[in-house]
């Protein structure tokens, strides 16, 4: 019947998902650009800032705070030094920069474009039918932020972030709300140029029983020393592709991509299981990443 050879093909479909799933993995931590590639720069410094003072003393406070926390970038305000920024498409220049650019800096120039608190109030009855006054503050900032690098290349040019905030706290203020909306802005903008880290489980192949106590070593975290089993096993048995898969996954775990890459090359020469593709295009893209940071 119809229904009998469907249900056997989903039940062998829901088999072999089942068997993928408890698959052995290791985990592979890297870091990742974000969406604004900052290569290996961690030290960001605010050369200009226009409009409203108060507003950009506000941001500038914000971003140091915040980059503080991510601990990732440090910040430098440099604003009051009478650094001028133009820009010029995807160009800058630069005048009045005494110390001139230092290696692992990154420069901005940050104009309040917009910084607006609006009050709604209404009114609402409760249970006991009383009336009650309701107010809300909703604030807005809206920055033009420009990031460029030591050879005055822009990463952003005067890309607008805008930040919201709305509260109904009967403690709440206008200063408060458009406060907490600048800093609204000034996450999205970290969010965009700050890396991340990214753990990925990237299975194993363990087929080869023979190879279960190298796996072992692995699942506790003795990379080299799985690697080093793996290599031995691989040297004795060269047509082992579980070995030279094996051996590929964990030294692209130790970070060394290029050697990586090789094996995974070789365990692809010897067999053509999905995963073996699947982890040398992850190994590749942990590479590029690897590179793109290090610029």
Not at 167 to 174: H, I, K, L
Not at 204 to 209: Q, R, W
Not at 252 to 267: N, P
Not at 272 to 289: M, T
Request: charged share 25%; aromatic share 6%; glycine share 8%.
């Amino acid at each position: 019947m119809n229904w009998q050879r469907a249900f056997s093909k989903v039940l062998v479909i829901g088999l072999l998902a089942g068997a993928a799933g408890c698959a052995t993995t290791i985990p592979i931590q890297t870091l990742q650009p974000g969406p604004v590639s900052v290569g290996a720069a961690k030290s960001l410094v605010i050369l200009q800032g226009e409009g409203r003072r108060s507003g950009r003393e506000t941001v500038f406070q914000l971003l140091t705070e915040k980059a503080r926390q991510g601990s990732y970038f440090s910040v430098t305000d440099r604003s009051e030094e009478g650094v001028k920024v133009t820009i010029a498409g995807r160009k800058v220049k630069v005048d009045g920069f005494q110390q001139g650019p230092q290696p692992g800096e990154l420069y901005l120039r940050i104009d309040v474009l917009g910084w607006d608190a609006s009050k709604d109030s209404k009114t609402t009855t409760d249970a006991k039918g009383r009336e009650k006054s309701v107010i809300t503050w909703n604030g807005k900032a809206i920055l033009g932020v420009t990031l460029f690098n030591t050879e005055g290349n822009t990463l952003l040019a005067e890309k607008e972030y805008i930040g919201k905030s709305s509260n109904g706290d009967d403690t709440a203020s206008e200063e408060g709300v458009t406060k907490a909306a600048a800093a609204n802005a000034v996450d999205i903008l970290l969010a965009d140029i700050t890396p991340k880290a990214v753990t990925r489980n990237v299975r194993l192949d363990d087929d080869d029983k023979e190879l279960k106590p190298a796996i072992d070593t692995a699942k506790a975290g003795n990379l080299a020393k799985a690697a080093e089993d793996c290599k031995a096993y691989l040297d004795a048995h060269p047509t082992s592709s579980a070995a030279a898969y094996n051996l590929a996954v964990l030294t692209d775990a130790m970070g060394r991509y290029d050697e990586a890459l090789a094996i995974y090359d070789q365990a692809l020469s010897i067999g053509k299981k999905d995963f073996y593709s699947e982890g040398r295009a992850a190994c590749a893209k942990r590479k590029a990443d690897a590179e793109a940071l290090a610029k």
